[in-house]
């Protein structure tokens, strides 16, 4: 700030300058990172401006160094739009001593400068998440990087896009969403994918590419299928979508093989839990049925925990005081606790399918059940709902599919149960490694839509 360079050292803006600039580095583990250098007035605001445009990010960090003008930072972004925005309010000085004099109080007013661009952010709607803490302490490095990271969480997904293969079943209207009031309220879109397109997809596949993804999976999990055809048809399923993927750019889906797009299609008459496994287990995370809500609560699980397994919340054993959750056989290998199993379907869908579908038990510890879904009353009417809890010990069954024991952190498990049913998810949920209410509240807060946590 130009009004206090008189009565500061001369080398003042070379040092906030290489302050600023590790702090930047440091947050280089988490992704790209632009360092605008100090924005000490309108000409550097406006030179700013145009590389932000050119860099255009997925999060915007502001680090004020002092007190200063904060319409030279509002300057450098207004045109760039909101984008999730982390503050951070660090400080060097550890206590105020004797030899703290005026011209300290303007070296050490990050707290102000801080207020000063958060006060110009929230008159325009823009809401940021702060962090405070002292340079050079472990805990400040941490939350500083969870919290640059959640916003990068909800920078991608405001720029998501998730496949729509196959309708949802007839009757499924609580599994879907209004497309245009989505990318309204959130910015991702929902991509329908025509079944021809998916059909060319599977029949063209390459040979290549199935045989070193067979190669690959058999390598690397168990594979328990006899029929070598029925396992070659359903690797042939997990390349064909992850080419439409490919081409589409998709962050994930749902792929409802239920019908025209899988079991019911006489040039294809598989189950997709294979394929649907496959691109979760990679990142891409993809439901059944249709359910384009739950693959956006999957995406945030598997973001933010490291996996989601897509299921239900089915049955309550009161004894231990938990709730079983399966699926019909997709899951997300990473939550393994042991090496999966690709396995013949059979029956294990519901009814006796064709295809492949994995079997594994997730790793016991730490878990939040989560879901999304429009809700009108919500602040840009969407939720996000987050079930802290943990996966117990699984009693023996005769399940051959993915499942899990989930005890909620707030119990009796019908009461919990209760306020989560009473929340108003869909009946499919992503469960995922971790406590993670606090990082979802902060995505739903970066995109100004509702939260509960149950």
Partial sequence: MPFFDTVMPGNFRAVKRDWGADRAGGLGTIGKVYYSGLIDGFESARRVAQELAGFDPHVLVF???????????????????????????????????????????????????????????????????????????????????????????????????????????????????????????????LIDIPVQEWLDSYANAAPADIAELQARLCRDYEVNVTDSEELAASVRLCVALEQITQRHELDGGTLNCRHEFGVEQPRIGLIGCLANSYLTTAGLPFTCTGDTITAIAMYLGKQLGGNALYCELDTIDYARGTVLCANTGEGDFCQAAHRPCIRTSGKESGRISRGCSVFYTPKAGPAT?????????????????????????????????????????????????????????????????????APLSEVAHHLSIGFESI
């Fill in 63 to 189: 680090m004020p160094t002092m007190a200063a003008p904060a319409g030279y930072q509002w300057e450098a972004v207004r045109a760039l739009g909101h984008r999730p925005t982390v503050i951070l309010n660090l400080h060097d000085l550890e206590r105020v001593g004797q030899d703290y004099v005026s011209q300290s109080i303007v070296a050490h007013s990050a707290n102000v400068g801080c207020m000063m661009i958060n006060n110009v952010l929230r008159r325009y709607g823009w809401p940021a998440v702060v962090i405070t803490g002292r340079v050079g302490e472990s805990s400040t490095a941490a939350r500083v990087r969870s919290a640059v990271h959640t916003a990068a969480v909800a920078g991608r997904l405001r720029r998501g896009r998730f496949g729509i293969l196959g309708a949802p079943i007839e009757g499924y209207i609580n599994v879907t969403c209004d497309a245009a009031e989505l990318r309204s309220a959130v910015g991702c879109e």
């Fill in 369 to 437: 059940a989560i879901a999304f879904t429009p809700r009108p009353e919500a602040k840009g009417g969407h939720a996000i709902l987050a079930a802290q809890g943990e996966l117990t010990d699984i009693p023996p069954t005769s399940l051959q599919m993915p499942h899990a024991m989930f005890r909620f952190e707030n119990g009796p498990v019908e009461a919990a149960l209760s306020r989560w049913i009473a929340a108003g998810p869909t009946h499919h949920v992503s469960l995922s490694s971790g406590a993670l209410a």
